[in-house]
């Protein structure tokens, strides 16, 4: 069975940093796309950041110069390195992965909630 198993959330002040990670196991023959999403309360859920296998990322313009996504291939891990944070980051962070399994299947991660206040 695939699964995605995110660890790193947390309470931190604003202006500081968390870093999330996003590990794929199972047996997994590759990986294409992975990426973060959030979703405050009352909200929907959004793309943060996305990261092709070759390396390729995109961001929503809200993160742009705070957030850095990143892969380890070796892993099968992602990760969301986030500086600068603020009172608006706040949300449950999803992970997200395509991935060629048994057949394609798009995989979520269970959340991790990263809450930016004083």
């Known amino acids: 069975q695939v699964q995605l198993v995110e660890s790193g959330g947390g309470l931190v002040q604003p202006g500081g940093s968390l870093r999330l990670s996003c590990a794929a196991s199972g047996s997994i023959f590759s990986i294409n796309n992975m990426g973060w999403y959030r979703q405050a309360p009352g909200k929907q859920r959004e793309l943060v950041a996305a990261?092709?296998?070759?390396?390729?990322?995109n961001y929503v313009d809200s993160v742009k110069g705070r957030f850095t996504i990143s892969r380890d291939n070796a892993k099968n891990t992602v990760y969301l390195q986030m500086n600068s944070l603020k009172p608006e980051d706040t949300a449950v962070y999803y992970c997200?992965?395509?991935?060629?399994?048994?057949?394609?299947?798009?995989?979520w991660g269970q959340g991790t909630l990263v809450t930016v206040s004083s």
């Open positions: 990261i092709t296998s070759g390396g390729g990322t």
């Open positions: 997200n992965a395509d991935l060629v399994a048994h057949g394609y299947l798009e995989v």
